[in-house]
């Protein structure tokens, strides 16, 4: 593999990029308003290492993995020596995989463009081409990667992302085993980062979790479940417990039901061949959405270690209990034509690459229980689609109505429940909304709502989930990535419910631009509620 003249940096300019990201790092943290002067923490930074990235030419490494390297470089994040390998069936040379960064960083990063951070980045870039199965391809990256560990201080510690269509997945995985390259000399590290989906069942879950912990002991595996670096996500645990006022009322007590939406408005774009077959629930629920369910219900756990937070939210998870009639307590959509933005759109159907007789739901809503003391016989509402009314995710904790109101009827009449709702996105950020006096002669009480916006309250623009991802890989911390017993039992909840669906009929239409069909109304409305307006 050939680089052009000039492209590796000299030791030289290794050290001077350190010292400069060094410099970048304090004088970002020291000159953040919002910092309080008495916290002298500096920020998490990894130690030498490479990134190998497969599937660099896919539309995720494109739209988020390579704009949040650039993100992390900017925010100082990055160690010196940091390097970039780029794998892909192209006849690339360095030089090119840079310039396809360059334009991915230029459309999608988050911070602004910087030419030393970029100069810095772009001395660590590298390409490697081949095809997955082509061993000399991997036996040509080992080499490579020797090198760079020379000319670049990386000390042998490589993460592997396999942003790859997961029937790859056993393929790189065997590839880095023969090369040796999953096999870490004492002193260095190896890791790999696989995307979800995890399967698309308990028995494809396990089949690929046999393959992977055959080559990586399980703490050098990092599974992606992106919503866990979200900022909104993470503050569910400090929402919870790093206050004093939610706690007392977060449990069946007070709670009266909980609503979990990710609603999209976009259809499956140009996604077929991934989504047909796969599905709302596979695609989102059994991740994101039982993810945040996990979050809302468990206990606190002694510590943030990953040790601990996994096992609250294994427990959680195992006290999931289905609707007894998965008929009743389960509904399943799919869009047919409709409206979106003022534009009618075809149906999935229609869709280029489905079939003209899929089964496959782009809707799905679960009633779900969590058979334990704090939330026995509070529903948990999961719904997930796609082209629904709007873009939105967000946790909604629904109150109990006050037991009595000292209050006329026809004064409380539009009197709706306390809400407390987390923003995941877009908006990030939390309302309350509670009861008030509206200003006249009257007592009469209505919905009003506080809110909490992220963007007000802090001066800087969240980090993308990716950022915070890739950070922890690099550094090896692992609370943010699901465990395989996480993986497991999701998709025991998931499993009965597909194979139900399988079993009995097709999905229900619903058109483009509305809130699904009416099946998921009749569902809530069966237990005398009803889904948030969005
Ligand atoms: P994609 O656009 O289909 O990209 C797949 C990548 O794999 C491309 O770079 C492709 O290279 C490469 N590839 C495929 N077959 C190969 C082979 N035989 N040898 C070498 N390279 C090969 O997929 P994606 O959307 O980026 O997604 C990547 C992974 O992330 C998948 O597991 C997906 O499920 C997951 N994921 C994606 C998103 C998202 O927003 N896109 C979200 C969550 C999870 P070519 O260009 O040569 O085909």
Same mark, same amino acid.
């Given at each position: ?79 010196? =020596? ?29 911070? %602004? ?56 997945? %056993? ?29 698309? #069942? ?22 992606? *479940? ?9 503050? @569910? ?146 719904? !997930? ?20 109101? %000292?209050?006329?009827?026809? #004064?409380?009449?539009?009197? =709706? ?12 950020? @939390? ?19 506080? *809110? ?19 950070? #922890? ?15 497991? /039992? ?27 069909? %009416?099946?998921?109304? !009749?569902? /809530? ?10």
């Amino acid at each position: 593999m050939a680089r052009k003249e000039g492209a590796i940096s000299e030791e030289a300019n290794v050290a001077a990029a350190a010292v400069a990201a060094t410099a970048t790092t304090a004088e970002v943290f020291e000159n953040n308003p919002l910092r309080d002067p008495r916290d002298k923490r500096l920020p998490r930074v990894a130690g030498p290492c490479v990134l190998v990235l497969f599937g660099v030419t896919g539309d995720l490494a494109k739209r988020k993995l390579l704009p949040a390297i650039y993100d992390l470089g900017n925010r100082g994040l990055l160690p010196p =020596g940091f390097s970039l390998v780029g794998f892909a069936r192209r006849d690339w040379a360095h030089e090119d995989f840079a310039q396809v960064t360059y334009e991915a960083v230029k459309q999608y990063a988050r911070t %602004p463009f910087r030419d030393e951070v970029w100069k810095q980045i772009c001395e660590g870039i590298h390409f490697c081409p081949g095809e997955f199965h082509d061993e000399g391809a991997f036996d040509v990256l080992a080499m490579m990667l020797k090198e760079i560990d020379e000319t670049r201080g990386t000390g042998g510690n490589y993460a592997f992302y396999l942003s790859v269509p997961p029937k790859f997945f %056993p393929t790189v995985v065997e590839q880095l085993k023969r090369t040796g390259l999953a096999q870490a000399p004492d002193g260095s590290w190896r890791r790999v980062v696989i995307e979800k989906p995890f399967g698309h #069942d308990l028995k494809s879950a396990q089949e690929l979790n046999a393959i992977t912990s055959a080559v990586f002991p399980e703490s050098s595996v990092f599974r992606i *479940d992106h919503y866990l670096g979200k900022e909104t996500v993470q503050n @569910i645990l400090a929402l919870r417990f790093a206050n004093t006022l939610y706690e007392p009322i977060w449990n069946r007590g007070y709670v009266d039901h909980v609503q979990i939406t990710m609603a999209e408005d976009i259809g499956i774009g140009s996604r077929a061949g991934y989504y047909d077959g796969i599905g709302a629930a596979r695609d989102v629920i059994q991740n994101h959405l039982l993810q945040l369910l996990a979050l809302v219900a468990m206990e606190d756990p002694t510590s943030f270690d990953a040790h601990s937070l996994r096992r609250e939210k294994e427990k959680v998870l195992k006290a999931v209990r289905l609707p007894d009639d998965l008929g009743l307590g389960t509904t399943r959509g799919q869009y047919t034509a409709g409206w979106q933005g003022g534009e009618s759109v075809i149906g999935y159907l229609e869709e280029q690459g489905i079939p003209a007789d899929s089964m496959t739901d782009t809707y799905a809503a679960i009633r779900l229980e969590v058979a334990n003391r704090r939330w026995a016989g509070v529903p948990f509402y999961l719904r !997930a689609g796609k082209r629904l009314g709007r873009r939105v995710t967000e946790v909604a904790v629904v109150f109990e109505r006050a037991p009595h109101l %000292p209050f006329s009827k026809d #004064d409380t009449e539009i009197l =709706g429940q306390n809400a407390l709702v987390i923003r995941v996105q877009p908006d990030e950020g @939390i309302t309350v909304r509670f009861g008030s006096k509206v200003p006249g002669t009257a007592m009469e009480v209505r919905d009003v709502s506080m *809110d909490f916006a992220y963007g007000e309250s802090f001066m800087e623009s969240s980090p993308e989930a990716y950022e915070r991802l890739l950070l #922890d890989v690099l550094i090896g911390d692992p609370p943010l990535f699901p465990h395989q017993r996480e993986v497991e /039992l999701s998709w025991e909840i998931l499993d009965p419910i597909e194979e139900y669906w399988a079993t009995h009929g097709r999905p229900e239409g619903y058109p483009a631009g509305t809130w699904g069909p %009416p099946s998921a109304d !009749a569902m /809530l409305a069966r237990d005398g509620r009803v889904w948030r307006r969005l």
